[in-house]
């Protein structure tokens, strides 16, 4: 009997490897006119004044327009969008935008000055993340109309990134008529649920049906005011599939045109016939690994920087991260327009790191020991934590390495609960400050400088910096604050994730955009 | 009868209770900070103070707990904090996926395991009962998300049979959102179009979800059934010369399926479990996986709303199953 049941079990396997052999050729298969995107989860919400998250931000990015457009990675001239054409007082504080003219939203009514007021007011309404990035960090403080087609912002400081982050997604132009018809009041902070999963902007694609967690729709909208000169796809669908496996399926199938792929599962895409994986992007993404000043031990200078110097960097980027992340110089990401040139970040050292040990009174190492979080399922972080347990080993100190959900490490970054998390920043617009501002004092704890490093000189070269008008000058400053920053070493600056693309080689027209995702407009298909 | 019904009307709403106070203790007692997770991690200081504010997040448990009840006493499951949703909108959206295939699933698994059941125990150590041996112990023994990949790899990827993921094709017209249920919808409607779209994507993950319940009612079914026809009525009656047919599932079945039926209500448990995984491998946009971001995210009133689904729909089918034995066994009273 128990033969029969292994000839069966046998049967069935050799089955199913049979069909996995007979995979099909790659080609096609979804409409020509048609962009089929599988993405990794939905977006929580598709309101420009509540997204946080990457697959709203490629919605957004279709859906809405901005008053200015950022150009692809490597390109850091600034676009007109719906503004024409800008003005910049030279105190740094007043900006004038000219606003096109004749420009429709998807429902058909007119885009005035009206609405650009009401976006920006509202997304700093609701005072979540987008509303933030406007208020805090841009320092808006007014957005007034001068006529029907001029628009005129003013900030608090000098702000030269002003126009980096009107480019964004959470200076997206919605409708106020369409907003209001819809009850938002979100100028007093409540945004209407409608537009968690309703669009209408000003954008190439207009969304025609919305299956939340399961499918966007979206069609080419004819009235685009810059036209259909040009390749571009008709119809674009935006799917949601959470799990890996059926998305690369899905691609090899040729049943999608462009997949999510994860950091880990990037080896699984190497060298497939027909599809590209192109990797020649970097990402805006740093990892650090946070070292807790308000700890017994770490609270040393002297010992932070010895745990820099004992930090085996090469060997953590090789084996721990496979190629899919470079190496680091600062705390400041490499992408940035105002990014300060030629620094340097520590080395790996353990003759320096024993030497300042020993200068702190950590000779022969620490009695207790310390433990690095960092979020479950980055299990690159795991090896990372594994690789560096063995040096710390060398000098005395115990390193435990402990995954931890985000929910409960909220918690513990807020009351300061834990000495080392191992957890990375980014920018969302391509400027300096986007980095630096989170090394600032009044971000310790859950404003994002884990590290809790209160040091004032820092701040005021953190402010200077941001405000300084002329690019030189600003780029000197930054220096200024990196030394200081490496000085003080709240954080290991561990590396800069690289970007990568997997899709179809017969999608043409892919182009990276660090801070806002591929377009849908720029892509075509062939054959 | 209905004195019976009425009584156990309100022990499950009891037990509904029990279930909503528990989770909602549980998950407010876990040391995390829901304030930080909802506003983005990149969210400053104040921004986290003023929605810890906005929501009582600095209020006692206790106090938490009675403000949701009153809200829930007015019929109202409150607003998703992470995609400012109304709750009660989004299960209106998301529990009928997962309800159709769970339904779906446990009514396959029950149809085939007791048809197996009966074949295996009546041809007792043939080949029949040997393979379905075999396909209850990989029941057992494969996880789901594996077989399910590999369901995938066979029939979506080499053969090309049936779609990989989601709910229906995107060239088909979706249908009219009647009861949410969408080969119902479609029949309503006439859209056979869409039927059989919807029957197509539908097909492999109910199959799949039905595994285990038909193995668990396969070898219940199975055994219970040997047991009663070694009994001496069912030699009676086959010595009155009944056809075969009518022995079995006339008078054996009728007295073996009281314990397959008890089953039920634990397989619908079970497979609810199932569906986040399948929801998951098949893109399927069901309560499952919006369940399973509610905890991610701590979307307290997201959780809440779906715990509040399916203990409903568990004490439902609970009480469904014991009105059942006394159908199906005349002894049975209900006093």
């Given at each position: 009997m128990?033969?029969?049941s292994?000839l069966?079990?046998?049967l069935?396997?050799?089955l199913l490897?049979?069909g996995?052999?007979a995979?099909?050729?790659r080609?096609?298969?979804?409409?020509?006119?048609?962009?089929v995107?599988?993405v990794y989860?939905?977006p929580?919400s598709?309101d420009?004044g509540?997204n946080?998250s990457?697959?709203?931000?490629?919605?957004l990015r279709?859906v809405?327009g901005?008053?200015v457009?950022?150009?692809?990675q490597?390109?850091?001239?600034l676009?007109p969008g719906l503004?024409e054409?800008?003005?910049v007082?030279e105190?740094?504080?007043?900006?004038?935008?000219h606003?096109?003219?004749g420009?429709?939203f998807?429902?058909g009514?007119?885009?005035?000055?009206?609405?650009?007021?009401?976006s920006?007011e509202?997304a700093?309404?609701?005072?979540?993340i987008?509303g933030?990035?406007?208020?805090e960090?841009?320092?808006?403080?007014?957005?007034e109309?001068?006529?029907?087609?001029?628009?005129?912002?003013v900030?608090?400081?000098?702000?030269p990134?002003?126009l980096?982050?009107?480019a964004?997604?959470?200076?997206s132009?919605?409708?106020?008529?369409w907003?209001?018809?819809?009850?938002?009041?979100?100028?007093?902070?409540?945004?209407?649920?409608?537009?968690?999963t309703?669009?209408?902007?000003?954008g190439?694609?207009?969304?025609v049906e919305?299956?939340?967690r399961?499918?966007f729709r979206?069609?080419?909208?004819?009235?685009y005011?810059?036209?259909?000169d040009?390749?571009?796809v008709?119809?674009?669908r935006?799917?949601?599939?959470?799990?890996?496996?059926?998305?690369l399926?899905?691609?090899?199938?040729g049943?999608?045109?462009?997949?999510d792929?994860?950091?880990?599962?990037?080896s699984?895409?190497?060298?497939i016939?027909?599809v590209?994986?192109?990797?020649?992007?970097?990402?805006?993404?740093?990892l650090l690994v946070?070292?807790?000043t308000?700890t017994?031990?770490?609270?040393?200078?002297?010992?932070r920087?010895?745990?820099n110097?004992s930090?085996?960097?090469?060997?953590?980027l090789?084996?721990a991260f496979?190629?899919?992340?470079v190496?680091?110089?600062?705390?400041?990401?490499?992408?940035?327009?105002d990014y300060?040139?030629?620094v340097?970040?520590y080395?790996?050292?353990m003759?320096?790191?024993?030497q300042?040990?020993?200068?702190?009174?950590?000779?022969?190492?620490?009695?207790?020991p310390?433990?690095?979080?960092y979020?479950?399922?980055?299990?690159?972080?795991?090896k990372?934590?594994l690789?560096?347990?063995?040096e710390l080993?060398?000098?005395?100190i115990?390193l435990n390495?402990?995954?931890q959900?985000?929910?409960?490490?909220a918690e513990k970054?807020?009351?300061?609960?834990?000495?080392?998390?191992?957890s990375?920043?980014?920018?969302?617009?391509?400027a300096?400050s986007?980095?630096t501002?989170?090394?600032?004092s009044?971000?310790?704890?859950s404003?994002?400088?884990?590290?809790?490093?209160?040091n004032e000189?820092?701040?005021?070269?953190?402010?200077k910096?941001?405000?300084?008008?002329?690019?030189e000058?600003?780029v000197k400053?930054y220096?200024?604050?990196h030394?200081?920053?490496?000085e003080?070493?709240?954080?290991?600056?561990?590396n800069?994730?690289s970007?990568?693309?997997?899709y179809?080689?017969?999608?043409?027209g892919?182009?990276?955009?660090?801070?806002?995702?591929?377009?849908?407009y720029d892509?075509?298909k062939?054959? | 009868m209905l004195?019976?019904?009425?009584r156990r009307?309100?022990?499950?709403?009891l037990?509904?209770?029990?279930?909503?106070?528990?989770?909602f203790v549980?998950s407010?007692l876990l040391?995390?900070?829901?304030a930080?997770v909802?506003?983005g991690?990149?969210?400053?200081n104040e921004q986290?103070?003023?929605?810890k504010e906005?929501?009582?997040?600095d209020?006692?448990?206790?106090?938490?707990?009675y403000f949701?009840?009153i809200?829930l006493g007015?019929?109202?499951?409150?607003?998703?904090?992470?995609?400012?949703n109304?709750?009660?909108?989004?299960?209106?959206?998301?529990?009928?996926?997962?309800?159709?295939?769970a339904l779906?699933?446990?009514f396959?698994?029950?149809?085939?395991?007791?048809?197996?059941?009966?074949i295996s125990?009546?041809?007792?150590d043939s080949w029949v009962?040997?393979?379905?041996?075999?396909?209850?112990?990989?029941?057992?023994?494969?996880?789901?998300f594996?077989?399910?990949?590999l369901a995938?790899?066979?029939f979506?990827f080499?053969?090309n049979?049936?779609p990989?993921?989601g709910r229906?094709?995107?060239?088909?017209?979706?249908?009219?959102?009647?009861?949410?249920?969408y080969?119902?919808?479609s029949l309503?409607?006439?859209?056979?179009?869409?039927f059989?779209?919807?029957l197509r994507?539908?097909?492999l993950?109910s199959?799949l979800l039905?595994?285990?319940?038909?193995v668990r009612i396969?070898r219940?079914?199975r055994?219970?059934?040997?047991?009663?026809?070694?009994?001496?009525?069912?030699?009676?009656?086959r010595?009155?010369?009944?056809?075969e047919r009518?022995?079995?599932?006339?008078?054996a079945?009728?007295?073996?399926i009281?314990?397959?039926i008890?089953l039920?209500?634990?397989t619908?448990?079970?497979?609810?479990g199932?569906?986040?995984?399948?929801?998951?491998v098949?893109?399927?946009?069901g309560m499952?996986r919006?369940a399973?971001?509610?905890i991610?995210t701590?979307?307290f009133?997201?959780?809440?709303?779906?715990?509040?689904?399916?203990?409903?729909?568990v004490a439902?089918?609970?009480?469904?199953?014991?009105?059942?034995?006394?159908?199906?066994d005349?002894?049975?009273?209900y006093?």
């Amino acid at each position: 009997m128990r033969s029969k049941s292994i000839l069966v079990s046998i049967l069935v396997v050799g089955l199913l490897l049979v069909g996995a052999s007979a995979a099909l050729a790659r080609s096609m298969k979804t409409p020509a006119d048609t962009f089929v995107w599988d993405v990794y989860g939905p977006p929580e919400s598709i309101d420009p004044g509540m997204n946080d998250s990457s697959v709203g931000e490629r919605v957004l990015r279709s859906v809405y327009g901005t008053l200015v457009m950022n150009g692809p990675q490597g390109d850091e001239k600034l676009y007109p969008g719906l503004a024409e054409s800008w003005e910049v007082a030279e105190d740094g504080q007043t900006f004038v935008f000219h606003l096109r003219q004749g420009v429709k939203f998807h429902n058909g009514n007119p885009f005035t000055a009206d609405d650009v007021v009401f976006s920006f007011e509202r997304a700093i309404g609701i005072g979540r993340i987008p509303g933030q990035k406007l208020d805090e960090i841009a320092n808006i403080e007014t957005v007034e109309k001068v006529d029907k087609y001029t628009v005129k912002i003013v900030t608090a400081d000098p702000s030269p990134s002003l126009l980096r982050h009107v480019a964004g997604t959470p200076a997206s132009i919605i409708d106020k008529e369409w907003a209001l018809e819809h009850g938002d009041e979100g100028l007093s902070g409540e945004p209407a649920p409608y537009i968690s999963t309703h669009a209408n902007g000003t954008g190439p694609y207009k969304l025609v049906e919305h299956k939340p967690r399961e499918f966007f729709r979206f069609e080419r909208y004819e009235d685009y005011w810059n036209g259909w000169d040009g390749e571009h796809v008709d119809e674009v669908r935006l799917r949601i599939v959470p799990e890996y496996s059926t998305r690369l399926m899905e691609l090899l199938s040729g049943n999608a045109d462009y997949i999510d792929v994860s950091k880990s599962n990037i080896s699984d895409v190497q060298g497939i016939d027909g599809v590209k994986l192109d990797m020649s992007g970097l990402g805006n993404y740093i990892l650090l690994v946070w070292l807790n000043t308000e700890t017994e031990f770490l609270q040393n200078e002297k010992v932070r920087q010895a745990l820099n110097y004992s930090f085996p960097y090469d060997r953590i980027l090789n084996v721990a991260f496979r190629g899919t992340a470079v190496e680091l110089d600062s705390v400041i990401g490499k992408t940035v327009y105002d990014y300060p040139k030629g620094v340097e970040w520590y080395d790996y050292d353990m003759d320096k790191a024993k030497q300042l040990l020993e200068e702190a009174g950590y000779g022969d190492g620490y009695s207790e020991p310390l433990t690095m979080y960092y979020d479950t399922g980055r299990s690159a972080r795991k090896k990372l934590g594994l690789i560096w347990k063995q040096e710390l080993a060398k000098l005395g100190i115990t390193l435990n390495v402990r995954a931890q959900d985000w929910p409960v490490m909220a918690e513990k970054v807020s009351v300061g609960d834990f000495s080392i998390y191992a957890s990375g920043i980014w920018s969302t617009y391509p400027a300096a400050s986007g980095y630096t501002y989170q090394f600032k004092s009044s971000a310790s704890g859950s404003g994002g400088n884990y590290a809790f490093l209160k040091n004032e000189e820092l701040d005021e070269l953190i402010d200077k910096a941001k405000t300084e008008l002329e690019v030189e000058n600003r780029v000197k400053t930054y220096r200024k604050v990196h030394d200081r920053v490496k000085e003080l070493a709240p954080v290991i600056a561990v590396n800069q994730n690289s970007a990568f693309q997997v899709y179809g080689e017969w999608l043409k027209g892919v182009e990276y955009y660090p801070w806002g995702q591929l377009r849908f407009y720029d892509v075509y298909k062939e054959g | 009868m209905l004195a019976y019904t009425a009584r156990r009307l309100g022990e499950a709403l009891l037990v509904i209770l029990g279930v909503v106070i528990f989770v909602f203790v549980v998950s407010h007692l876990l040391p995390a900070n829901p304030a930080k997770v909802w506003a983005g991690s990149k969210s400053s200081n104040e921004q986290v103070e003023r929605i810890k504010e906005e929501y009582h997040l600095d209020e006692p448990v206790h106090k938490q707990l009675y403000f949701y009840l009153i809200q829930l006493g007015s019929g109202d499951l409150g607003l998703s904090p992470v995609t400012n949703n109304p709750v009660f909108k989004d299960l209106q959206r998301f529990a009928p996926a997962t309800l159709e295939l769970a339904l779906i699933s446990v009514f396959l698994g029950s149809i085939g395991g007791i048809y197996l059941g009966v074949i295996s125990a009546v041809h007792k150590d043939s080949w029949v009962d040997q393979l379905s041996r075999v396909i209850a112990l990989a029941g057992v023994s494969l996880p789901l998300f594996l077989l399910a990949l590999l369901a995938q790899l066979l029939f979506s990827f080499s053969l090309n049979w049936l779609p990989f993921a989601g709910r229906i094709g995107q060239s088909v017209a979706s249908p009219p959102n009647i009861t949410g249920f969408y080969l119902l919808d479609s029949l309503i409607s006439g859209q056979m179009g869409t039927f059989v779209s919807v029957l197509r994507h539908l097909a492999l993950p109910s199959l799949l979800l039905s595994f285990s319940s038909l193995v668990r009612i396969t070898r219940i079914t199975r055994s219970s059934m040997v047991e009663v026809l070694s009994q001496d009525y069912v030699l009676t009656a086959r010595s009155k010369g009944l056809k075969e047919r009518m022995v079995i599932y006339r008078h054996a079945l009728r007295n073996a399926i009281s314990s397959s039926i008890s089953l039920l209500g634990l397989t619908l448990v079970y497979t609810f479990g199932g569906t986040v995984v399948i929801e998951v491998v098949f893109g399927w946009p069901g309560m499952g996986r919006y369940a399973a971001s509610a905890i991610h995210t701590l979307d307290f009133p997201a959780l809440m709303g779906f715990v509040l689904v399916v203990s409903t729909v568990v004490a439902i089918v609970n009480l469904i199953v014991d009105l059942m034995y006394g159908v199906m066994d005349p002894r049975i009273k209900y006093a």
